[in-house]
């Protein structure tokens, strides 16, 4: 008795029997119905998404004896025919095994006769970007003027490969891969109609497995069925692909949450005793975190068959989502540098180890469960929890000094400065400075799991280009501040108090100022620097400043100009271009210049003159 493979058996013969891909078989349904049939087809997509399965049944509407229809009978000679692989017009090519300019030769000659029994000749290359380039370019021709008793369905997984020349001449189709949901799905109906009994978690594992591909689903399928002796259950399942237990997952996740070193210990040897790639063990914990999450945030979204759906709801009461959000970054990281490390194992621990040094402290007034868990957390990562508050200090600080660059900038003097802030607004008060002075007025920072009270914190030292000391009066800041500028040479004097950078730089450098009055400085801009303007928020950022750097307040407009020649960039420009003749002038009326140049025929090499820097 010969056993058909369930890839085979269950291969769609009509669009009805598809599985997604709604959006292409709405397409050539329509294409059918209305005779507006193009004689070339391109089918994109991974492998077992439905590429040829769609071309056979695109070829079985063409030729069926019923006429041309997106409903083919299934039961006249010619769709028994295409759905027995042995129809005459059908001539399916697999370019993988002929690439050559001859094998397309053949086919353009065959191409010339009728067809012998259908309506049409249909040719079905597959992975068509296997050919060789010179194979395509004897293709293009007929490709694009074929008799028009052809059509050409070409299939592949790599469309980048294929010459624009062939693309331009094909109708494309992307085929997605497919859910798995809607491959979990088509198991299900498949086993029901064979009689055969199955877990729904292991169905959900074999869908994982598949990445997308029905026929990929259901060649483990039938793995599954036989290693399993005619039943699906978990366990069975998860033996046949060596995964990890999820179980062990949840283990692992479960010891993070309540920051215990032992348990987490007892879970990574639990991971080791499985001999699994390191790598996809961090893939499965970012999983979990995935579900979590959805559980959190999209509770009507988050169902799933393999993770208990009670651990889980527990694991989403005990974190935070901002915790699930870190975990899943220091999770995904870890699996791609997992290769980098000393040894995968060791890449490992340390990835699930990050996870517990770097736990977020709990908030004032928060949960008992979530105040142990924070004091746990410092008992168990120890400095590596004072290393977390540290960089956290130290980006918010720096945070809070961008802020402040503005207007501090207007008091800058020669040389950097260093300002003592008492009262820099509530911004500041929830920071604690890398050298933190504790309550007993030591030096040492504070203990792991400690959490430092803003009334802890006296005074903290920033050093920056040009602040103002904070102590001083409004009337002493405003003094500080520049005048709003009048024209092109005030407006040279304000800008490098703006303290800006990248882009802000180049187009606060290419305005200038063309009038000042009612409250209102109309600022230029040439109008090739106008795509500036349409950057999101820089116009917004540059105008801050501004406002924080004058004495008064005013109203901004920028204005595009045709011809501007007093900009800050402009005036910049020459000087470098003085510079530069200078430096030329200079170097060629050298003596000594001269009398090489004379002695040996030679030439200065145009743009090899530099002036020196500064």
């Not at 409903?71 to 042995?86: I, K, L, M, T």
């Not at 074929?146 to 369905?153: A, D």
């Not at 199955?198 to 990445?211: N, T």
């Not at 260093?418 to 050298?435: F, L, Q, Y």
């Amino acid at each position: 008795m010969t056993y058909l493979a369930l890839a085979r058996k269950w291969r769609p013969k009509t669009f009805a029997e598809l599985v997604g891909q709604e959006h292409v078989v709405s397409a050539l349904r329509q294409a059918l119905d209305t005779g507006r049939v193009h004689h070339a087809f391109l089918f994109t997509g991974t492998r077992g998404v439905g590429k040829t399965t769609i071309a056979r049944i695109f070829a079985k509407s063409l030729n069926c004896e019923g006429g041309i229809s997106s409903e083919p009978c299934g039961e006249c000679a010619v769709c028994r025919d295409v759905d027995a692989g042995r129809f005459i017009d059908l001539i399916e090519i697999d370019a993988a095994s002929n690439t050559g300019v001859d094998d397309v030769r053949e086919l353009i000659e065959s191409a010339q006769y009728g067809p012998a029994r259908g309506r049409y000749k249909v040719f079905l290359i597959d992975e068509v970007h296997m050919l060789s380039r010179s194979a395509f370019n004897a293709l293009l021709k007929t490709l694009e003027e074929p008799p028009g008793h052809v059509k050409f369905l070409l299939a592949t997984t790599d469309p980048q490969k294929l010459p624009v020349t062939v693309l331009s001449r094909c109708l494309q189709f992307n085929l997605r891969r497919l859910t798995r949901e809607e491959i979990a799905r088509q198991m299900a109906h498949i086993l029901a109609a064979e009689d055969i009994a199955a877990e729904p978690a292991a169905l959900e594992l074999i869908a994982i497995a598949a990445d997308g591909s029905v026929r990929d689903g259901l060649s483990l399928l039938d793995q599954a069925i036989v290693h399993g002796a005619g039943k699906l259950t978990r366990d069975q399942v998860q033996t046949m692909l060596g995964t990890l237990d999820q179980d062990v997952v949840l283990g692992l996740l479960e010891a993070l949450v309540a920051g215990d070193g032992a348990a987490l210990q007892a879970a990574i040897e639990a991971v080791a005793a499985y001999v699994v790639d390191y790598a996809d063990v961090l893939q499965a914990l970012a999983s979990a975190l995935h579900r979590i999450q959805l559980c959190q945030l999209l509770p009507d979204a988050a169902s799933d068959e393999v993770l208990d759906p009670a651990r889980m709801q527990a694991l989403a009461t005990a974190m935070s989502p901002e915790d699930v959000q870190l975990h899943f970054q220091l999770a995904t990281v870890a699996a791609r540098d997992v290769e980098l490390a000393p040894t995968p194992r060791i890449g490992f621990e340390m990835g699930v180890l990050r996870m517990l040094a770097f736990r977020p402290e709990a908030p004032a007034g928060g949960s008992t469960a979530a105040a142990a868990s924070g004091q746990a957390a410092g008992r168990s990562a120890g400095a590596g929890a004072t290393a977390s508050s540290r960089s956290a200090a130290v980006t918010a600080a720096s945070h809070v000094a961008e802020i402040d660059a503005a207007p501090s900038a207007a008091g800058r003097k020669s040389g950097p400065t260093t300002a003592v802030a008492t009262d820099v607004g509530s911004a500041r008060d929830n920071i604690m400075p890398v050298n933190a002075v504790d309550t007993a007025g030591t030096d040492r920072p504070p203990a792991a799991g400690a959490r430092v009270q803003p009334s802890a914190i006296s005074t903290a030292t920033v050093t920056t280009p040009a602040i103002a000391p904070a102590t001083a009066t409004q009337d002493d800041a405003k003094a500080l501040k520049m005048p709003v500028p009048q024209d092109a040479t005030g407006w040279a004097k304000l800008l490098p108090h703006l303290a800006l950078t990248g882009p802000e730089r180049e187009m606060a450098e290419n305005c200038t100022v063309l009038a000042c009055n009612d409250g209102e400085l109309r600022l230029g801009m040439h109008s090739r620097h106008e795509f500036l303007l349409g950057v999101p928020r820089l116009r917004e950022r540059i105008e801050q400043r501004i406002l924080a750097a004058v004495d008064r307040p005013v109203r901004l407009r920028f204005e595009i100009v045709a011809e501007l020649s007093d900009t800050p960039a402009v005036h910049s420009a020459r000087q470098q271009q003085a510079r530069q003749t200078d430096a030329e002038s200079r170097f060629t009326a050298d003596p000594h210049v001269q009398a090489a140049m004379q002695a040996l025929d030679a030439q200065i090499a145009p743009g090899s003159i530099r002036p020196r820097s500064g």
